[in-house]
């Protein structure tokens, strides 16, 4: 028996975790007790890594289909393939004629991060897609914005704050996001401890509202005017509090001229939680010695996620609470990727797609355009994708559509361990080594960290013969591309390497005490605390005048479009809004062949109201069919006084019975899409995030 040491790179939390191997089988995993960032904690997705690593559906080879059926192939022929059919579609049609879509995996490998554009950018291609669109890209742009950097995301101090405001995010199922956060559980339970208090805003009393000291249900959509009332209380009350960035804002004035126009009386029509409620919320977040507020996936993937999260930032602001201890910090990782010196700060409007006319966000258009691209003829049109640990038929809005326009394309090559409901369109699978079979560093949750820390990942397990790393397949692809296209390639070296000088040449590397290097990584398998973290504003601005910029020009158009809309009779009231939720036991659409993890009862459920159920005739069970604009689907019922009236929720990831994957286990667990009825049309019409939540819908029996 061996004892292997690692973190679990699954999730955003990267928790340390313990594993013991016998003969080349894991035989446990449990939670590493002596890592300082997690101590101990695991969630039920550590567990099943062992799954993962031995799953028998899991693509050991290349395939290629041929007649209609899969046949395993040798390295070398694969990557001929794959890149003679990629460079023949441009040669036809143009380098726009190849999309890319990379899925959020992508950043819990690290070879892919290191080595990813070394391969993609030899494609040239504008139409560039990812996860991003459906999840935080709202929260990436606002930081380009305002403090010069898509990474640089002031992150709640959770370990040293009084008032917790938390809207739209759920991290005792999520583990935290965008704020890596193990163990929370245990940092509410010291923050209340302390005295201080969790306040959750959440259309659904959550796992994390079970625990909060105050809930309170809004309506779907509604955070940006909820956050626009409580700075207009805060300071029409002269509770504003200025701080050591008070000299270092630009636009603040401007941006509070319009945010305040929207009183609490008004909010309460848009959001559903009462007048005297939002001044109450607004005057003890003001009050207290140390607040912090901080929104998710709910106050990201809405209409209005743009302007929520630029509220966030200017209420941390105006009450003096960012850059604060116990406020919202920005972290200083080891590896620092904001700093180094091919960083990319961010970008927006360089560039417009080709049929909607939407402006480029961060380098990618929203991927609720990807299906469009691909079925509107003419120049530019995509009719060839490649696409890397991303299942976007499940994942993004009206996924039925855009499992149509992959059927439809020229040629298609998918990076990935699965034949799953995307992947099965590919003529090409390449699939990478196992979880356990390649090493890991955290390049960028270390960013969103609640302390400074890191921590090396040996492989756990030999990588079998003839298996390619992730870095390994892109300097390959890359190599092929390049011969065959005559353009050069990068120079290239492996990550262990990249990592080793970003270590040394980083904030604590041989300039520092600490003298970080790969060396000291591996001589501390459990990790190295850095500490906790520290105010670093106005010297880590990157904005050109190193001062935050309170209103950006984009964002102001968007705010003043948003008044008039308040001051304009509502439209006529869906019969519901439909809002996703997540569990501890699932991450997006890639955790459901796990038996142990969907096992037990039926989670893929339409959770509704009692008074809803009564209204409907509906009953814990029975099925119940939701229709939006773009489809229906069918899927049992669970009544929980949890849900707000007039609101619907139901889990993302799930819709596995479709013909073609080869998922023993998630399909004979299916559930329903909830991506069937979400609509490519209801963005964030600022950033083109997917609005996944706050979608109008119908339900019948």
Same mark, same amino acid.
């Given at each position: ?15 340390? @975790? #313990? *594993? /013991? ?8 995993? =449990? %939670? ?7 101590? $101990? ?29 899969? @046949? #395993? *192939? /040798? ?8 890149? =003679? %059919? ?7 049609? $143009? ?52 403090? $010069? ?553």
């Amino acid at each position: 028996m061996t004892t292997h040491y690692r973190a679990c790179h699954l999730c955003e939390a990267i928790c340390g @975790v #313990k *594993i /013991e191997v016998s003969d080349g089988q894991v035989m446990s995993i =449990k %939670g590493d007790e002596q890592d300082p960032f997690s101590r $101990g904690h695991i969630c039920p997705k550590a567990v099943a890594l062992k799954d993962l690593q031995e799953d028998p559906d899991r693509l050991r080879k290349p395939v290629i289909k041929r007649q209609g059926k899969w @046949v #395993k *192939i /040798e390295w070398d022929e694969a990557i001929s393939e794959a890149c =003679k %059919g990629l460079l023949a579609v441009q040669e036809r049609h $143009g380098a726009n004629a190849v999309g890319v879509y990379q899925g959020n995996p992508n950043v819990h490998n690290w070879g892919l991060m290191t080595h990813g554009a070394n391969f993609l950018g030899l494609l040239k291609t504008r139409n560039r897609f990812s996860a991003t669109s459906v999840d935080q890209l709202p929260a990436q742009l606002m930081a380009y914005w305002m403090y $010069g950097h898509q990474l640089l995301i002031p992150i709640p101090d959770i370990d040293h704050t009084d008032y917790f405001l938390m809207l739209g995010a759920n991290p005792l199922a999520s583990n935290g996001s965008l704020m890596t956060v193990p163990d929370v559980a245990h940092r509410i339970k010291a923050l209340q401890a302390r005295g201080g208090q969790l306040v959750v805003i959440d259309p659904r009393r959550t796992e994390t509202a079970e625990v909060a000291d105050v809930h309170h249900a809004i309506l779907p959509g509604g955070d940006a005017a909820f956050l626009f009332a409580m700075i207009h209380t805060i300071v029409s009350e002269g509770l504003m509090r200025s701080s050591h960035l008070t000299e270092h804002v630009h636009g603040l004035e401007e941006a509070l001229k319009v945010i305040t126009q929207v009183t609490p009386a008004m909010a309460q029509v848009q959001c559903g939680i009462p007048a005297d409620t939002i001044a109450r919320i607004a005057r003890q977040f003001a009050l207290a010695p140390r607040a912090v507020a901080y929104g998710r996936m709910g106050a990201c993937t809405q209409r209005h996620g743009s302007l929520a999260q630029w509220a966030i930032q200017v209420l941390n602001l105006i009450t003096g609470n960012t850059d604060a201890a116990g406020g919202a910090l920005v972290t200083q990782p080891a590896v620092d990727l904001i700093a180094a010196p091919n960083s990319k700060p961010g970008s927006y409007a360089r560039w417009h797609s080709r049929v909607s006319n939407r402006p480029e966000a961060l380098g990618e258009f929203p991927c609720s355009l990807m299906a469009e691209e691909m079925l509107t003829p003419g120049e530019g049109q995509i009719r060839a994708m490649v696409t890397i640990a991303g299942n976007p038929v499940l994942s993004t809005p009206n996924g039925a559509q855009l499992d149509r326009a992959l059927a439809g394309l020229d040629f298609m090559v998918a990076i990935d361990l699965y034949i799953n409901e995307t992947t099965r369109h590919a003529n090409l699978i390449l699939p990478t080594s196992g979880p356990l079979e390649h090493d890991h560093y955290d390049l960028i949750f270390n960013i969103f960290g609640v302390r400074n820390q890191a921590k090396y990942s040996p492989a756990t397990l030999p990588k079998p013969e003839g298996v390619l790393d992730d870095w390994e397949l892109m300097d390959k692809l890359a190599a092929c591309f390049a011969e065959l296209s005559g353009k050069p390639v990068r120079p290239s070296m492996p990550p262990q390497m990249i990592l080793d000088m970003g270590l040394q040449m980083g904030p604590y590397g041989m300039a520092s005490p600490h003298k970080l290097s790969l060396a000291v990584l591996q001589q501390n398998p459990h990790g190295i605390d850095l500490g906790a973290l520290k105010p670093s504003f106005p010297s880590r601005l990157f904005t050109q005048d190193k001062k935050i910029q309170a209103a950006p020009e984009p964002v102001m158009q968007a705010a003043r479009q948003f008044l008039t809309q308040l001051t304009q009779p509502a439209p006529p009231q869906a019969d519901f809004l439909l809002i996703g939720r997540r569990h501890v036991r699932s991450n997006n659409s890639w955790m459901h062949n796990s038996e142990r993890l969907v096992k037990g009862r039926d989670r893929c459920t339409a959770l509704i109201n009692p008074q809803d159920a009564s209204r409907l005739g509906l009953a814990d069970h029975d099925s119940v069919r939701i229709t939006s604009r773009v489809g229906e689907i069918s899927l049992p019922v669970e009544v929980s006084e949890a849900i707000r009236p007039g609101v619907v929720s139901v889990p993302h990831g799930w819709g596995h019975a479709r013909e073609g994957n080869r998922l023993r286990v998630a399909q004979a667990h299916p559930g329903a899409s909830c991506n069937d009825l979400t609509d490519e049309q209801w963005l964030d019409e600022l950033s083109g995030n997917a609005a996944l939540n706050g979608v109008p819908v119908s339900l019948s029996r």
